[in-house]
């Protein structure tokens, strides 16, 4: 009674108790992103969902990684020394060349060291593959925790990744041979994957992520023809509904980036059936205005302060 009482005075709704919460690359404001100790700090925390990015090497092993080349800020080579930019691309490494790779600190200076002061290194982390994480859902306990697997493509850049069918087999056939295919979700700017994987795999949910902001637009309404990124449908031909829109690719779950959503389009996607799981939430008062607004999910850098502000 005490939770329904503090609920009601932070005027949260009762969907605010079941918001998901979501590790953002593990907990990447406290510890490295997308290494196993990130990963095991956002589940000691008590996230439902380990949001993590995936490449794909020149051998075809689906990596734990966000950017589609190494990246220099937080990558050293087996001697200790960071890596010159700019980093090679994945498709153009094997997994062995991964190997003796850390990334377990940000380089001093950088732009990752700047706007996560607090991140805790951790010396002698690798780059894991797809299947080194999976394995956390089978540790003792993590039954019910699930992945939200984003595939790193670029459809205006082809040539830095592998293609969407390649990258959906990869992806499918890894998580069917750790038996996680029910446990996950598939999430991808660009959407011709997304279709690829459940082409591939009926029974796999898929997220449509969307951002409108001029850093990166991947829904581009109002112009000629449908956006490269959207498999062909074009936000004009729904009215100007994202969550239309979403619907139409298949995707059970819309994920925008926080600042474009608004009460109207959370309705909406709600009438129209799907989940609604913003990225990328850092601030609690930003965390509070969006449980008010009805998300079914938070992804952020910092569980530790989701768990709290939404269990309190």
């Known amino acids: 009674m005490r939770s329904l009482a503090l609920l009601a005075l932070l005027g949260l709704s009762m969907t605010a108790r079941g918001i998901e919460i979501q590790g953002h690359r593990g907990a990447r404001g406290l510890l490295p992103e997308n290494t196993i100790p990130s990963f095991e700090r956002a589940v000691e925390l008590g996230v439902d969902v380990l949001e993590l990015d995936l490449g794909m090497t020149r051998d075809g092993v689906p990596v734990v990684h966000h950017d589609r080349a190494l990246n220099p800020e937080h990558t050293r080579d087996a001697a200790g020394a960071w890596l010159a930019p700019p980093g090679a691309f994945l498709n153009t490494l094997d997994l062995a060349d991964l190997a003796d790779l850390d990334v377990g600190r940000a380089a001093p200076g950088s732009r990752t060291a700047e706007r996560f002061p607090g991140q805790v290194p951790h010396d002698g982390a690798r780059i894991p593959t797809l299947a080194d994480v999976l394995a956390l859902g089978k540790r003792p306990g993590t039954e019910g925790l699930r992945f939200n697997i984003e595939t790193k493509l670029n459809p205006l850049a082809p040539e830095e990744t592998a293609g969407p069918a390649e990258f959906a087999r990869a992806v499918i056939a890894v998580l069917r041979a750790e038996g996680m295919v029910e446990r996950a979700n598939v999430q991808s700017f660009d959407w011709r994957v997304l279709f690829e994987a459940r082409r591939l795999a009926p029974e796999l949910s898929t997220v449509c992520l969307t951002v409108e902001r001029r850093w990166l637009d991947n829904i581009l309404r109002g112009r000629p023809g449908p956006s490269p990124w959207t498999a062909g449908l074009d936000i004009d031909a729904f009215g100007g509904s994202v969550p239309r829109l979403v619907e139409a690719a298949g995707c059970a779950v819309w994920s925008p980036f926080y600042r474009d959503l608004t009460e109207e389009t959370v309705a909406e996607a709600h009438a129209l059936g799907l ?21 079914d999910g938070i992804i952020t850098d910092y569980p530790d302060r989701a768990v709290e502000a939404l269990a309190r």
Do not use: P, Q, S
């Not at 989940?275 to 009805?294: C, F, P």
């Open 275 to 295: 989940r609604v799981v913003v990225w990328t939430v850092n601030e609690v008062d930003d965390m509070l205005a969006l449980a008010r607004l009805g998300v």
